[in-house]
């Protein structure tokens, strides 16, 4: 079972100075934070403000060939966490065969967030991430996901969703 997700904002991870795309169960209070390199971390952001660069960024330009290839892109789905790495599918329909693609989640945000497709995150990838969280060695990491479920709009700043 998947459910759906929302960008809930984008920030630094106060530990680690990494950035951090959360994700928003759009029918609960559940977060699910995913570190991403910083170079992805700019694309989401550009997005998210809609800044415009003078030559396409490579999210745009994935969305040029997939537009331009008469592909639609139904959805994002962050499939699943192994070794406290990320996994995602781009779930794509070109004349009527539906194609899926692997992607590192941060690539699949990116894009989605281009092509205003859904994103999900499948149940046992939530369930998996907390009981990782709640079994880590590293107290920062729960203290951290209690954080984030605490966050307000002032809190993400300018990448809030």
Not at 43 to 63: C, G, N, S, Y
Not at 67 to 87: A, C, N
Request: aromatic share 6%.
């Amino acid at each position: 079972m998947e459910v759906e997700m929302k960008i809930r904002g984008l920030m630094m991870d106060p530990i680690t100075n990494m950035p951090i795309v959360v994700l928003k169960d759009v029918g609960s209070e559940v977060v699910l934070p995913i570190w991403v390199g910083v170079y992805e971390a700019n694309a989401i952001a550009l997005e998210i403000e809609k800044v415009t660069t003078p030559r396409p960024m490579t999210h745009d330009l994935l969305k040029n060939l997939l537009v331009g290839l008469d592909t639609h892109v139904h959805k994002v789905v962050v499939s699943e966490l192994r070794d406290d790495t990320y996994f995602a599918v781009i779930w794509m329909e070109r004349d009527g065969k539906i194609i899926s693609m692997d992607s590192r989640p941060s690539d699949a945000l990116a894009l989605a967030l281009r092509l205003d497709c859904p994103i999900f995150v499948d149940e046992e990838v939530l369930k998996y991430s907390k009981q990782a969280n709640a079994t880590a060695d590293r107290v920062s990491s729960e203290d951290l996901r209690k954080w984030l479920e605490g966050l307000n709009d002032e809190d993400l700043g300018r990448y809030k969703m």
